[in-house]
Nanobody, 117 residues
Framework: QVQLVESGGGLVQSGGSLRLSCAASGIIFSLNDMGWYRQVPGKQRELVAA???????NYADSVKGRFTISRDNAKNTVHLQMNSLKPEDTAVYYC???????????WGQGTQVTVSS
């Protein structure tokens, strides 16, 4: 059974920091691209950051220079360090795994991030 379990969300003031973590089980973590997405009510889920199995990272323009994604294959964990948070970063953040060989995607249950102004 595949599980992606996010943690680390919460309420923070504008300019603050949070670190999200996603612990994966039931997948061969090292063979999956990993990503963080976010969604606000009424809008589509959007990519925030991703890291490939080779360690190549990709960021949404809105978070470049503020967020950092990293993966720890030994612990089957992916992190998202979020600095200089803004109210517009408020959303539910979801962890995603993507197995490139068959295109299979899995999602976590989401963690709420709220940035107050």
């Amino acid at each position: 059974q595949v599980q992606l379990v996010e943690s680390g969300g919460g309420l923070v003031q504008s300019g603050g920091s949070l670190r999200l973590s996603c612990a994966a089980s039931g997948i061969i973590f090292s063979l999956n691209d990993m990503g963080w997405y976010r969604q606000v009510p009424g809008k589509q889920r959007e990519l925030v950051a991703a890291v490939t199995i080779g360690g190549i990272t990709n960021y949404a323009d809105s978070v470049k220079g503020r967020f950092t994604i990293s993966r720890d294959n030994a612990k089957n964990t992916v992190h998202l360090q979020m600095n200089s948070l803004k109210p517009e970063d408020t959303a539910v953040y979801y962890c995603n795994s993507h197995y490139m060989h068959d295109g299979r995607d899995y999602w976590g249950q989401g963690t709420q991030v709220t940035v107050s102004s």
